[in-house]
């Protein structure tokens, strides 16, 4: 059966760091790119980064460019996304998704059930 | 960066009626377009990919229309289980992946 259980989100002050992990389980972890999704409380679906199966390509909104780094470690089936100077407008529920049912990176057609991030003072 | 318009924001149907939502590109997307159906508390489900193919399980009252820079979905017998939030995708021209705002199917 096929998992994707992200973790590592909570409650952080503005400036600070964080980082959330999503273990994934039922498939060949190297062989798919991974995705960050993310939604503000009450608002719609942003793109965040996505990241090649080998993990040599790396893509990232312009919100997020240059604080956040996406990564994956195929020995731990474990993808991660390293949140640096977070800030109000960071607060969101974040899912890890995937294309898993055809070819290329994209629709993504599987998505973990989110860990909530806020951002607060 | 390709902007994907919504609308209605909000559609109030009653339940076994017919419901059209539509999202608009900014530029043509070819048929790389995706919808998304969420419900509170949940992940998003991929209903509609390629801009007409339904994915895996969805059922046939879900339908997709559209090339280039308009589309539709449509639902043609509302049931009690089909009132969402709903987004549509583009997956053509990235990054940025981006999606539209939603549009909210409530009970009239």
């Known amino acids: 059966e096929v998992q994707v259980l992200e973790s590592g989100g909570g409650l952080v002050q503005p400036g600070e760091s964080l980082r959330l992990s999503c273990a994934a389980s039922g498939f060949t972890f190297s062989s798919y790119a991974m995705t960050w999704v993310r939604q503000a409380p009450g608002k719609g679906l942003e793109w965040v980064s996505s990241?090649?199966?080998?993990?040599?390509?790396?893509y990232y909104a312009d919100s997020v460019k240059g604080r956040f780094a996406i990564s994956r470690d195929t020995s731990k089936s474990t993808l991660y996304l390293q949140m640096n100077n977070l800030r109000g407008e960071d607060t969101a529920v974040y899912y890890c998704?995937?294309?898993?049912?055809?070819?290329?990176?994209?629709?993504?057609?599987?998505w973990g059930q989110g860990t909530l991030v806020t951002v607060s003072s | 960066e390709v902007v994907m318009t919504q609308s209605p924001a909000t559609l109030s149907v009653s339940p076994g009626e017919r419901a059209t939502l539509s999202c608009r590109a900014s530029q043509s997307v070819s048929s790389d377009l995706a919808w998304y159906q969420q419900k509170p508390g949940q992940a998003p489900r991929l209903l509609i990919y390629g801009a007409s193919t339904r994915a895996t399980g969805i059922p046939a009252r879900f339908s997709g229309n559209g090339s280039g820079t308009e589309f539709t979905l449509t639902i043609s017998s509302l049931q009690s289980e089909d009132f969402a939030v709903y987004y549509c995708?583009?997956?053509?021209?990235?990054?940025?992946?981006?999606f539209g705002g939603g549009t909210k199917v409530e009970i009239k």
């Open positions: 998704a995937l294309r898993l049912g055809g070819n290329g990176w994209f629709p993504i057609d599987y």
């Open positions: 990241i090649s199966g080998n993990g040599v390509s790396t």
């Open positions: 995708q583009q997956y053509n021209n990235w990054p940025p992946l981006t």
